[in-house]
């Protein structure tokens, strides 16, 4: 009979949670669960002492794992951490219900949150290092491209100034040979010098009064010397008969008859003759108009070339100039190169700080579940909007006691409650799914943009690839060959020099640009996985978001039933009275207008009476009601007709009778409940 009695006075669980547990778990688990905080304590400690490392250790991994720290640090942490949650475990239910809050707060906009970090990472990680490899990739195809160009051209230039090079390196080899080339032929000339310089074949002692250039000089010598000849010669002449006068007489012993016979030999006059020599001199002797110029220039070169012949070859090479910077060929790819890394040392540090981003999202979500648990214990009115078990034990009681009762909700109330079992979302979490919906939308669309431009890219440089291949061919014939005959001065001093052009060369280079190629890289199924599922899933998660919030006061009811129950009763007890203050003021209205509802739309919809089709509505609350379930004021004269949960919380019509209750006042602001994210 004890038993029965304590069976019997034994309470309903008040949640949904602890009628589960009782369904499907043993008795002594779910008494240990569900029994006061005094029973079981050596259970209870292990048990969050097992929690909590489990936790701990979780968040750790979580916090940690993107934190750059040496494996000791690392280690001493982690102990520390998972200690301090194991002590926070065990002693604390608070502890433990933000930590079993943070799995809701995952998949809400914290977790939003850190996947949006992620879903940037992956972008780094994926189509953002892809297009910087591929221009990568690009550069260095084109400074490839330059080098070859470069090279080419140091080739063709190699082959076009090889012989020039080879003609001076050939002379320079031959310094000694032309020095004595140059000596001989000096001395050679020498006599040339003298004849046409040298003071001879004329009367020195006359000087000359023609001008000091070499060609009036050797013309007035030249003409002196005719001269001379001319006057050797009449001379010569003169005394020749002189002569023959001395042997004529010598001969002729007769004193008288040898002046007579030898009288011919006195003809000196006749040697005169020989003057008319000195006119044929000026016309058939002519001296040429340009020969002293010629002579000049030619001892001025004679002379020089009978100096020191000395050569050297020096070959000067210039650096080349890129864009303002002094660049060496050999190392434009090396600058390229540099410049690249450069570029990819700053984009590698935002990666860390993305990193670290991803690490510290965990301490937001912490922050959230600890901030929705402290919230929950110190205002009654947050998140209290939900017509919970206990909520709906507590209308049926009322409602068997035959006092006021809330359940169905009226239209007007039912924005202000939320059903945890309804899938459909209440517009104060739709403005939640919206938000998140929009966020996700706008990441969408900039991922969309940044793999459409890898994929852009990509088709680019492919066609680059496939379109730029070249392929060289150079060729050059160079064969010269000059012939200088002769044994004279001239031609073995030209032989020395010309004939060093005697050269020839045979090019006949063939190459191609296949490995300056660009190989530009397409992004693989896996990476556009990782780049649309955080997508697909932050979608999911705006919507589900809505039903994991709702677990949160699941999770929080588990750990403060006490403080649950408190916020169930003033909830009720707050729409009770707001419930009261609604009907009243309706029937103020009433009483005022005694209009009923909707009249437009009775007066298009009364011919369906006729066929026994009436539309009700509730001259209170304005909702349909049944026919069948109308209420009508039983009055002769009075047609108003309620819903049954208005009648019962008016007991009489307010349209045809005085009403004389006090009227109730509404809430103040500070009694509002209020949903939260």
Aim: charged share 20%; proline share 4%; aromatic share 12%.
């Amino acid at each position: 009979m004890d038993e029965l009695r304590r069976t019997k006075q034994k309470k309903s669980p008040h949640s949904t949670l602890e009628k589960v547990s009782e369904l499907i778990l043993p008795s002594l688990v779910h008494k240990f669960l569900f029994s006061p905080a005094s029973e079981f304590p050596v259970a209870r400690l292990f048990m969050g002492a097992v929690f909590g490392a489990f936790s701990g250790s979780a968040l750790f991994l979580g916090l940690m794992h993107n934190i750059s720290m040496s494996n000791f640090h690392r280690v001493i942490a982690g102990y520390v951490f998972v200690a301090a949650c194991v002590l926070g475990g065990m002693f604390s239910s608070f502890f433990r219900c933000t930590m079993l809050l943070m799995f809701p707060s995952m998949l809400g906009s914290r977790g939003q949150a850190y996947l949006m970090v992620f879903v940037l990472h992956g972008l780094y990680q994926g189509p953002m290092s892809n297009i910087q490899n591929n221009v990568q990739d690009v550069a260095f195809s084109l400074g490839c491209n330059i080098d070859l160009q470069i090279s080419h051209s140091k080739i063709m230039w190699r082959a076009v100034t090889e012989p020039f090079v080879q003609v001076l390196q050939d002379i320079v080899h031959d310094n000694v040979k032309l020095q004595r080339e140059a000596q001989n032929v000096s001395r050679q000339f020498q006599g040339i010098r003298d004849e046409v310089m040298g003071q001879y074949g004329y009367d020195s002692q006359n000087p000359i009064a023609a001008g000091n250039s070499t060609q009036e000089q050797y013309a007035a010598k030249t003409m002196m010397r005719c001269d001379y000849v001319v006057n050797q010669g009449i001379d010569r002449c003169q005394q020749w008969f002189s002569a023959k006068w001395e042997e004529c007489m010598d001969t002729v012993k007769s004193p008288v008859i040898n002046h007579f016979l030898c009288v011919p030999m006195k003809f000196e006059f006749l040697c005169n003759v020989m003057r008319v020599m000195t006119p044929w001199c000026k016309e058939e002797i002519p001296v040429e108009g340009n020969f002293g110029q010629t002579f000049d220039k030619l001892n001025f070169s004679i002379s020089k070339l009978g100096e020191q012949f000395t050569t050297n070859v020096v070959l000067q090479k210039l650096d080349q100039s890129m864009y303002g910077v002094t660049v060496l060929q050999n190392e434009f790819r090396n600058e390229l190169s540099r410049s690249f890394q450069e570029k990819r040392d700053i984009v590698e540090q935002i990666a860390k700080i993305v990193q670290m981003l991803l690490s510290f999202t965990f301490i937001t979500i912490f922050t959230s579940a600890f901030g929705y648990a402290q919230q929950y214990t110190r205002d009654i009115r947050f998140d209290n909007v939900y017509i919970t078990t206990y909520f709906r034990q507590i209308d049926t009681r009322r409602k068997r006691a035959g006092k006021r009762y809330l359940l169905p909700l009226k239209k007007a109330e039912r924005k202000s409650f939320i059903d945890p079992w309804s899938l459909k979302i209440h517009p104060s979490e739709l403005k939640l799914v919206i938000a998140g919906l929009v966020q996700v939308v706008s990441l969408a669309l900039f991922v969309s943009v940044i793999l459409a431009t890898d994929g852009i890219l990509y088709h680019i440089f492919n066609i680059i690839r496939r379109h730029t291949f070249t392929e060289y061919s150079l060729t050059s014939n160079h064969d010269i060959r000059i012939d200088v005959d002769g044994e004279s001065m001239l031609a073995k001093l030209l032989r020395k020099t010309i004939g060093a052009f005697n050269t020839s060369s045979k090019l006949d280079m063939q190459s191609s640009n296949q490995q300056c190629l660009p190989q530009p890289r397409a992004l693989s199924q896996t990476d556009y996985l990782w780049s649309i599922l955080p997508l697909l899933l932050m979608g999911l998660m705006c919507c589900l978001q809505v039903y994991t919030n709702r677990l949160r006061r699941v999770i929080s009811t588990f750990y403060f039933p006490k403080r649950e129950k408190r916020r169930i009763l003033f909830l009720y007890n707050l729409h009770i009275q707001r419930r009261i203050s609604y009907v009243n003021r309706q029937c103020k209205r009433l009483r005022r207008q005694r209009i009923p509802p909707n009249v437009v739309l009775s007066m298009l919809l009364s011919p369906l009476e006729r066929v026994g089709c009436r539309f009700c509505w509730c001259w209170i609350c304005e909702e349909f009601v049944r026919q069948s379930r109308a209420m009508q004021c039983p009055a002769p004269h009075c047609s108003a007709l309620y819903c049954l949960q208005c009648w019962t919380d008016m007991s009489s019509c307010y349209v045809c009778s005085v009403h004389t209750q006090s009227e109730p006042q509404d809430s103040d602001s500070d009694t509002d409940v209020y949903y939260v994210s």
